[in-house]
């Protein structure tokens, strides 16, 4: 295990594997088990009985609920919620053996990728079926399965995940006031979809 400055963390009974890198103010709860290689990034706290896959890099901040299983590749930047259950997969054709019959092996399969970017929201119980990115602010409804990419400060819900709106960074549902503008009931921030159809943050 990688420790990194004068760090101030909390491990309960957590299953740490060696070559970890652990932020500053790290908090691991009982019962997860965080893999060879897998990076942490400062104030992040992962709940119990989590699952964190080699390699996996999770940014700073992000607050990861009890029963998260996060698999290989993933990437999770700075400022994520992932609510309890969360499953972040990397096998978009999963089979246990071969057409011959025999059990596969990990050289006979090439893991798929997620990445989940800043500030964004994964509701309880809410699957990501990789290749798959999930946008920045974004918010996916509890028991929401995602197949397709999700645009930043997107809304989407159901099996799979569909549209539904748009949120803003404080994650209350934004309201049209005008051609293609928006504004969030709790902030008052005004938000707009530019000529490719993405939303952001007016400069007005």
């Known amino acids: 295990m990688v420790l990194f400055g004068r760090m101030i963390k909390r491990l309960f009974r957590a299953n740490i594997e060696k070559n970890v890198s652990l932020g500053e103010g790290v908090v691991v709860w009982t019962g997860t088990h965080i893999r060879d290689g897998a990076s942490i990034g400062?104030?992040?706290?992962?709940?119990?009985?989590?699952?964190?896959?080699?390699?996996?890099?999770?940014?700073?901040?992000?607050?990861?609920?009890?029963?998260?299983?996060?698999?290989?590749?993933?990437?999770?930047?700075?400022?994520?919620?992932?609510?309890?259950?969360?499953?972040?997969?990397?096998?978009?054709?999963?089979?246990?053996?071969?057409?011959?019959?025999?059990?596969?092996?990990?050289?006979?399969?090439?893991?798929?990728?997620?990445?989940?970017?800043?500030?964004?929201?994964?509701?309880?119980?809410?699957?990501?079926?990789?290749p798959v990115k999930i946008g920045a602010w974004s918010m996916i409804a509890a028991g929401s399965v995602v197949t397709k990419d999700v645009s930043d400060f997107e809304l989407v819900a159901g099996v799979p995940a569909k549209h539904i709106g748009w949120v803003g960074e404080a994650g209350f549902r934004l309201h049209e006031f005008g051609p293609n503008t928006f504004k969030c009931p709790k902030t008052h921030f005004v938000y707009q979809i530019d000529s490719l159809g993405r939303m952001r943050k007016a400069s007005i």
């Open 42 to 130: 400062n104030g992040t706290s992962i709940g119990e009985n989590c699952y964190v896959g080699p390699n996996v890099s999770i940014g700073s901040n992000c607050k990861i609920q009890n029963h998260v299983l996060i698999y290989e590749p993933a990437l999770v930047h700075d400022g994520v919620f992932l609510g309890p259950g969360v499953v972040i997969t990397n096998d978009l054709n999963p089979r246990a053996i071969s057409v011959d019959g025999q059990p596969k092996k990990s050289s006979d399969w090439v893991a798929t990728y997620a990445e989940i970017f800043e500030g964004s929201s994964l509701g309880a119980g809410s699957i990501c079926v990789g």
